[in-house]
């Protein structure tokens, strides 16, 4: 039996990738400028990181007499939005640069807002204009990979079609759940 010969062109394909083996997943062919790639993760990243927070924080400040279901919603999203910050960190891993975890400039990094919210309506509103935020945001750097990462925008586009569940659901969420107050803020406005 005869073993066909490689084409030069895969002859070159292995020498490279013996070339530059320390680089990873990262081959000649990567067309996408790899440095602004990492910055927009790590935005994404901390996007991601600054809404589990928020989210966490209005699971548990619920209150009133429908905050039970929304409360479970909130940590649902919550805890898929840290999920996105494990694949995002992943994908920083894999293309060569350290995710910026930093609590000091979370905040400053994030696209979307920490907002916290009075009433369990207003915890919504700041959760949907967040989602909406992360929405546009993610469409625009899919736009920017186009054709040049097709691993990182497959991994966005997985992102972004639960961006676009969480806001429907806050969407509905706003439709039944009327202004309630925190216990807090009637105490407040029962003592004025």
Do not use: W
């Not at 084409?7 to 000649?28: I, K, L, N, S, W």
């Not at 440095?35 to 400040?61: G, K, N, P």
């Not at 990979?145 to 969407?171: V, Y």
């Amino acid at each position: 039996m005869t073993v066909p010969h490689a084409t030069p062109e895969v002859d070159q394909m292995r020498q490279r990738a013996r070339d530059h083996f320390e680089e990873g997943a990262v081959t000649a062919g990567y067309a996408a400028d790899r440095q602004v790639v990492l910055r927009r993760l790590d935005a994404s990243l901390a996007t991601e990181l600054v809404c589990v927070l928020r989210y966490r924080r209005h699971h548990f400040m619920a209150r009133g007499i429908l905050s039970q279901a929304v409360a479970e919603e909130f940590l649902v999203h919550s805890n898929e939005e840290l999920g996105h910050a494990d694949l995002l960190a992943g994908r920083i891993v894999q293309l060569g640069g350290e995710p910026d975890l930093a609590p000091a400039t979370l905040a400053a990094r994030s696209h979307a807002e920490y907002r916290e919210g009075t009433t369990l309506s207003e915890m919504i509103k700041e959760n949907l204009v967040a989602e909406r935020v992360a929405i546009d945001s993610y469409r625009d750097f899919i736009g920017y990979l186009g054709d040049k990462d097709p691993t990182t925008r497959r991994l966005l586009e997985t992102i972004l079609a639960t961006e676009e569940e969480h806001a429907d659901d806050l969407t509905s969420l706003l439709r039944v759940i009327p202004q309630m107050a925190l216990p807090s803020e009637n105490r407040d406005r029962r003592s004025a």
